[in-house]
């Protein structure tokens, strides 16, 4: 009886999703293609933001491409390595504002949405990438 509930239990579980929690944001994602479609968007999405733009009107575009897809595979726990400039390094000088720093999580925003990422897992992007802030902004 006991080993029953056990596999009623489990079947359960599985039926629930509760297999899938156990992996990574990456993962949950779709892996690589995903990340680089979210990558190409925001990418889209900054060209066309004369704002965001203008921080980005000098910058290597291949460059950024090839470094934010292994940052964001990096941070969300896919095998990536990430070889590029620490946030720190980067983002010094440019003397981003609160205003533009949040304007570029909702260009981010549209890019998943562009991407069909579902908004829970759209959280689970935010939340990896919200505690970077200090790094980043007011520098
Ligand atoms: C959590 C938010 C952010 C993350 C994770 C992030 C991540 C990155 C990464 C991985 C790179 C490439 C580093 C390299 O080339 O070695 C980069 C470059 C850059 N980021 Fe950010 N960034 C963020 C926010 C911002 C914001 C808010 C702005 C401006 C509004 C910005 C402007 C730039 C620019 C202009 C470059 C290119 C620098 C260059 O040409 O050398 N970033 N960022």
Redesign the pocket.
């Known amino acids: 009886m006991k080993q029953v509930n056990l596999f009623a239990l489990f079947v359960v579980c599985v039926l629930s999703g509760c297999a899938t929690t156990q992996q990574s944001v990456y993962q949950q994602l779709g892996g690589q293609a995903k990340v680089a479609q979210i990558v190409d968007n925001f990418i889209y999405q900054i060209e066309f933001n004369a704002e965001?733009f203008e921080?980005?009107k000098?910058?290597?575009v291949q460059?950024?491409r090839e470094?934010?897809n292994e940052?964001i595979c990096v941070h969300t726990g896919g095998p990536c390595q990430y070889t590029?400039?620490s946030?720190e390094d980067?983002?010094t000088g440019?003397h981003?504002t609160e205003a533009?720093?949040n304007l570029?999580v909702d260009l981010l925003i549209n890019a998943m949405n562009d991407a069909n990422v579902p908004h829970p897992l759209q959280n689970k992007v935010l939340a990896v990438?919200a505690p970077?802030?200090d790094e980043?902004?007011q520098r």
């Open positions: 965001i921080y980005f000098d910058s290597n460059r950024f470094k934010l940052h590029g400039d946030m980067v983002h440019m981003i533009h720093f570029t990438f970077m802030r980043i902004y």
